[in-house]
C-alpha cells in the first residue's frame, strides 16, 4: 500500500531522505506499522525517529523500518 506519494522535485536540490522527511509521517505512523526502503534512506532513520519524538510519537523505533545491509 502507498501511504505517500511525494512530489517530484529536482534531484540536484533534494535527496531522497530529504523528501523522506518532508512527507511529515511523524503522527501518521504507530508501533505497528513497518515501512521497507532501499539502502539510500539508513542515515535519514535516526532524524526522522528524533521527529517523531518531538511530535510525541515515541512508539516509532528502528524496529518500525527494514533496509537492506549495507556492504562493507
Given at each position: 500500500?502507498?501511504i ?23 503522527n ?45
Open positions: 500500500i502507498a505517500y506519494v511525494s512530489e517530484s522535485k529536482p534531484c540536484r536540490n533534494y535527496n531522497d531522505g530529504q523528501m523522506f522527511l518532508d512527507m511529515k509521517l511523524e501518521k505512523l504507530n508501533e505497528h506499522d513497518f515501512l521497507a526502503f532501499d539502502g539510500g534512506y539508513y542515515y535519514y532513520f535516526e532524524k526522522f525517529i528524533e521527529n517523531c519524538d518531538k511530535k510525541g510519537n515515541d512508539k516509532i523505533n528502528t524496529n518500525n523500518f527494514m533496509f537492506p545491509n549495507r556492504k562493507k
